[in-house]
């Protein structure tokens, strides 16, 4: 698995503020097996993650930023990030802690409508409303409009799923269409797809 991972001479890499968007290293794969075991990250998922289906995730994830250029990034923090435990006491993620990922992905086929590419993201839960999602799913949209110069991005997500749908509007998406997913359990059918252009993102980078 090592071949596999750890390739970051061969992964373009992204830089914000405050994150890190890499390729991903054999080390995260435990925080991130642990993620998907979480019933609060998978709240609007059908349900949490096995561990072997996490790490073929993680596979798939690299060999795209590998192959394509681009993909779902690993994301690793810059800095400390301070957060409230599970006991509600104060504590620290120190510098270059895996966080989740944040980055760009083909658009499945059960999504009604001719858009290729998606932002997505899924950050572990300590640092949820800290902005930080939002900040790097900034960054993958400058680079799919501004570098790869795709003419339009997605991003989908269940219909109740208020905090992902505010970093798509923060972002500068609009609300393209609501639609029932075919293959997703009752609860989740209900979706809604988020969209914007490159000539609205050229818009509103004017003078940037």
């Not at 995260?28 to 561990?51: C, G, K």
């Not at 219909?159 to 749908?165: T, Y």
């Amino acid at each position: 698995m090592t071949a596999e991972f750890d390739r970051d001479e061969d992964v373009f890499m992204l830089e914000t503020e405050r994150i890190l968007l890499r390729g991903w290293h054999e080390d995260d794969l435990h925080d991130w097996i642990t993620m998907n075991a979480d019933p609060a990250v998978r709240e609007y998922f059908p349900s949490v993650q096995s561990p072997e289906k996490s790490v073929e995730q993680a596979l798939e994830f690299q060999d795209e930023l590998v192959t394509n250029g681009f993909g779902l990034w690993a994301a690793e923090t810059k800095d400390a990030v301070a957060y409230i435990d599970d006991r509600g006491k104060p504590a620290i993620l120190p510098p270059a802690t895996f966080i989740g990922f944040i980055g760009l992905h083909p658009l499945p086929a059960e999504v009604p409508t001719d858009i290729s590419y998606e932002i997505g993201w899924r950050l572990t839960k300590e640092v949820w409303n800290q902005g930080l999602a939002t900040e790097g799913a900034r960054a993958a949209r400058d680079y799919a409009f501004g570098i790869e110069r795709l003419g339009h991005l997605g991003s989908y997500t269940t219909a109740d799923n208020a905090p992902s749908r505010r970093v798509m509007e923060k972002i500068g998406m609009h609300l393209e269409r609501e639609f029932t997913h075919p293959t997703l359990p009752d609860a989740q059918k209900d979706c809604v797809l988020y969209a914007m252009d490159r000539h609205q993102w050229e818009l509103t980078n004017q003078g940037v």
